[in-house]
T-cell receptor, first 113, second 113 residues
């Protein structure tokens, strides 16, 4: 089975712009989660989707949004980018959102200038 | 709200010595507990999980973890560390009641030859 794929792998944007990141889960996985990873803050949970519904949300401002499509693919959008949004954004998928472990993608490295 | 504490930023251990990475958690209900590892320039990988049953869980690469409900801990252990175990280790907890997931900040493990 193919793993979790994320596109693009690298992205450079300027302050005030918006960005959309994409995640394709492992085939058959219905749960997709997004995380922000930075050296100072570690791994921060953004949100989790299951069957197109947002099930959980972390403590991020409303500039961060996401959605999941019927084929389980997910997108994450960040509007009005700030310098502090520079991070590695990780997507993870799992069969369900309960006891199953998550499989992580390689991440999208976002740099905001 | 659920939370995870990994109290040590970095764990240094000599090759061949036992390795322990500490994790304590807080949830309102019963937990699902997970350990993940992130090798340099690679994505996060699942190591092991506790769902129910035997408190001692065995996982990949010779790692194991013990669930201790009274101490709300889930420490990761390996009897004999290898240089290749040098990586960033994350503990995670999911509350079975509200299904919310939280990751610890991660522990850098350095195995010294």
């Amino acid at each position: 089975k193919a793993g979790v794929t994320q596109t693009p792998r690298y992205l450079i944007k300027t302050r005030g712009q918006q960005v959309t990141l994409s995640c394709s889960p492992i085939s058959g996985h219905r749960s997709v989660s997004w995380y922000q990873q930075t050296p100072g803050q570690g791994l921060q949970f953004l949100f989790e989707y299951f069957s197109e519904t947002q099930r959980n949300k972390g403590n991020f401002p409303g500039r961060f949004s996401g959605r999941q499509f019927s084929n389980s693919r997910s997108e994450m959008n960040v509007s009005t980018l700030e310098l502090g949004d520079s991070a590695l954004y990780l997507c993870a998928s799992s069969l369900t959102d309960g006891s199953n472990e998550q499989f992580f993608g390689p991440g999208t490295r976002l740099t905001v200038l | 709200a659920q939370s995870v504490a990994q109290p040590e930023d970095q764990v240094n251990v000599a090759e061949g010595n036992p390795l322990t990475v500490k994790c304590t958690y807080s949830v309102s209900g019963n937990p699902y507990l997970f350990w993940y590892v992130q090798y340099p320039n690679r994505g996060l990988q699942f190591l092991l999980k506790y769902i129910t049953g035997d408190n001692l869980v065995k996982g990949s690469y010779g790692f194991e973890a013990e669930f201790n409900k009274s101490q709300t801990s889930f420490h990761l252990k390996k009897p004999s560390a290898l240089v290749s175990d040098s990586a960033l280790y994350f503990c995670a907890v999911r509350d079975r009641g509200n299904n919310r997931l939280a990751f610890g900040k991660g522990n850098q493990v350095v195995v010294i030859p």
